[in-house]
Structure formats: C-alpha cells, structure tokens
Antibody
C-alpha cells in the first residue's frame, strides 16, 4: 500500500527558506502528479504547486516567485522549497498524489510548519 | 483567477439529507471532486469526476455538477459525517479549492 510521508523542520525563522521532503513508499512515483498543499491553522486548503514525474512543474501564481518543487525518481522523493518566509506561511503542509488532472487520491499525514523568530 | 464558492456551514439532523454546494463560472464544464476532512486528519477523497465514489466510500455520498454549481449530497447523514468538506477543480493547469463547508450533524 502506497504511503506518503512528509519530513522537515517544524519551526523556521522569518525570511528563511523552508525545505520539505515527501517520501513515497510502497509504490512508484512515475506517471503521477505530486502536489504540495497547505492549510493555515483553522483555514482552508491551498495548492502550493505540483510536479509531474517527468519534472514539469506548475506553481500557485501567488507563491510562484518563492516556490521550487523538485522530484528525485531514484529516491522516490518530492521536495518543496519556499523562500522569504513570513508568519503567513505558517500551515500544515501536505504532500498529495493525483493520477492526472483529476483528484488527489492519496495524502500524507501533513507536517505543521511554524514561522516564528 | 478562478474561484470556487462554498457556504461556510451546513446543518443537518441525523438521518436526513445534507446538501453542500460549490459554485464557479461554468463549473459544469470541469470535473469536480470533494474531500472530507475531520479535525486533526488529512483530507479524504469522497467524490471524484463529479459523480464517482472511490473504493471504501459509503453509497450515501453522491455528487452532481451542472451549469455553475456542483453539489455533494449525503443521504441518511450519520454523526460520523460531521466534518469539513472541500470541493476542488482544475482551471488552466491550476488546482483550485473551495473555501470549505463545515457540516454539523445536530
């Protein structure tokens, strides 16, 4: 059974860069879209961006200047870098899988990232 | 940018039918999916491609999509269905979520 596991720091300072990793176990990373979706405390879901296994990316226009998503098919990992952090970036960050321009059928457990000095 | 609009909250009595709407411009031309999220948990897909249920999702969950509105219907609502529900669609290679609806089973 395929599982997604997010990892990274739980606390980062303002103006710094957040780096998160999603590790896919029990299945292949190929032929899927992989997305980072975040949820500020008490608020709704927001797609940060996604990457196809081939490496093609698409980012949320409001975050595009600060986001980089990459994929390592040899390690079955998807990475997120988000720069110039502010308190508004505090959120639970989820990794999720989509078998095409469709729905996200598999989600990780999420990781809470707090931006604070 | 494309927007999806959901009512902030919906209340329903146990055993009754809950209806949650999601509105967007020409939404019927797009595929819509729905997620259920309980407190402290990750979202779970309950409806995809407007009307399809993933394996393991009870038959009481159904969906429709026409015109500018997609609808999630929960028939015979149970206490365990109390959760936040989010609609989602793709627009110009961009993922769009609705703001979410809190379903209360009273």
């Amino acid at each position: 059974q395929v599982q997604l596991q997010e990892s990274g720091p739980g606390l980062v300072k303002p103006s710094e860069t957040l780096s998160l990793t999603c590790t896919v176990s029990g299945g292949s990373i190929r032929s899927y879209y992989w997305s980072w979706i975040r949820q500020p405390p008490g608020k709704g879901l927001e797609c940060v961006g996604f990457i196809y296994y081939s490496g093609r990316t698409n980012y949320n226009p409001s975050l595009k200047s600060r986001v980089t998503i990459s994929i390592d098919t040899s390690k079955n990992q998807i990475s997120l870098n988000l720069s110039s952090l502010t308190a508004a970036d505090t959120a639970v960050y989820y990794c999720a899988r989509a078998p095409g321009y469709s729905s996200f059928d598999l989600w990780g457990q999420g990781i809470l990232v707090t931006v604070s000095s | 940018s494309y927007e999806l609009t959901q009512p902030p909250s919906v209340s329903v009595s146990p055993g009754q039918t809950a209806t949650i709407t999601c509105s967007g411009d020409k939404l019927g031309d797009k595929y819509v999916c729905w997620y259920q999220q309980k407190p402290g948990q990750s979202p779970v897909l309950v409806i995809y491609q407007d009307i399809k249920r993933p394996s393991g999702i009870p038959e009481r969950f159904s969906g429709s999509n026409s015109g500018n509105t997609a609808t999630l219907t929960i028939s015979g609502t149970q206490a365990m269905d109390e959760a936040d529900y989010y609609c989602q669609a793709w627009d110009s290679s961009t993922v769009v979520f609705g703001g979410g609806t809190k379903l209360s089973v009273l």
